[in-house]
């Protein structure tokens, strides 16, 4: 019977262990899970952060939320223009505890962020000997006011050009970032301003990150003009939502057009002199009325937008010979006391 309980004996400890490891297990798992509850408590919530300018301004729920926000705001800013929208100040938005803050809807976000974010639209402009004259928006937009702006000193469609027109100024166009307010979208207007000599005056309103000298530079004046025409103004001074007068003197493109032009010339008759003894001595008759001919003349006419600075023929024919006047010139005795034969 001894060898008999030996195997019995083998299987209780054995199950007595497994006891004890399963209980281990159990008790392991608890503490995980207990640990696991206290982390989850304990744990701060987060949100997401958008800063203007390295502060911040609000929270939103998501990174998707914040992306909303910007776009949001860009597609206001942008007022329906092709390009490309940018903040003039810095965004960053990166995941914040919430602590005591509130976090905002993307509408709520919207409105709390417009006032205090300036939007920039990539855009083109026209520079004439560096200075900005009219920002167009798009470039294809600029080139077609640059041409209607020749167009307009080339005369009729059928006019016969000598050489391609030129601006007698450098004129370029150069990609740029404006506010949409500062950004045209008509020719017309455009080419109007382009072409007429004065000053453009306006009321600029102040936006975060202007300063004086800023402001003068990106309306093409001078920082004393800027001054005389807004009295007190300091870098001190400034705020988001003053309003400033600003006003650039502007001077019209030149365009240099060379065309060819034609006029019609009188050719005045000669005189042919007829020495005839039949008259006195002296006298002048007229035989034969002189007829003017006509010369048809082609020139090269150099012009300064409407105005011809040099004139000079290239080529000429005769379109009616003139006939030479007939006067006949006595050589006969004088005549005596006016007396007949």
């Known amino acids: 019977m001894r060898h008999e309980d030996r195997p019995d004996r083998r299987y209780l400890r054995m199950q007595a262990a497994l006891r ?4 281990a297990l159990l008790l392991a798992i608890i503490v995980i899970v207990v640990l696991s509850v206290i982390l989850l408590a304990g744990r701060r919530r987060f949100a997401r952060a958008i800063k203007i300018d390295g502060k911040i301004a609000t929270l939103v729920a998501s990174k998707k939320a914040a992306d909303q926000v910007r ?3 860009f597609k206001e800013g942008k007022q329906d223009l092709p390009g490309q929208a940018s903040f003039v100040q810095q965004w960053e938005d990166a995941s914040w505890p919430i602590e005591d803050r509130d976090v905002l809807s993307v509408s709520e976000a919207v409105a709390v962020l417009r006032p205090k974010l300036s939007v920039l639209v990539s855009a083109a402009a026209i520079e004439v000997d560096g200075q900005r004259a009219v920002v167009l928006a798009s470039e294809e937009l600029a ?4 041409d209607e702006v020749k167009r307009k000193y080339a005369g009729e469609e059928d006019a016969a050009l000598l050489e ?15 506010p949409p307010d500062e950004i045209l979208t008509d020719v017309g207007p455009a080419v109007e301003q382009l072409t007429k000599s004065g000053t453009t005056a306006k009321t600029y309103v102040v936006k975060a990150g202007d300063w004086a000298a800023k402001i003068a530079h990106n309306h093409g004046m001078s920082l004393s003009k800027l001054k005389e025409l807004n009295p007190g103004v300091t870098e001190r001074t400034l705020f988001p939502g003053d309003k400033l007068e ?4 502007t001077a019209p493109l030149t365009v240099v057009t060379v065309k060819e032009e034609t006029r019609i010339e009188e050719l005045p008759p000669e005189t042919q002199e007829i020495h005839t003894p039949h008259l006195p001595q002296g006298k002048r008759e007229v035989a034969r009325e002189g007829k003017p001919g006509k010369k048809k003349i082609w020139d090269k006419v150099v012009y300064e937008n409407d105005k011809a600075i040099h004139r000079e023929p290239i080529r000429d024919i005769i379109l009616e010979e003139p006939q030479a006047e007939r006067v006949l010139v006595g050589t006969g005795p004088e005549a005596v006391g ?4």
């Open 143 to 146: 080139e077609r006011v640059r």
């Open 71 to 73: 776009s949001r705001l």
């Open 20 to 23: 004890t490891y399963r209980a």
């Open 246 to 249: 600003v006003a650039a003197a």
């Open 338 to 341: 006016g007396g007949s034969e």
């Open 164 to 178: 391609p027109q030129k601006f007698r100024q450098d004129v370029r166009i150069a990609e740029v970032s404006r």
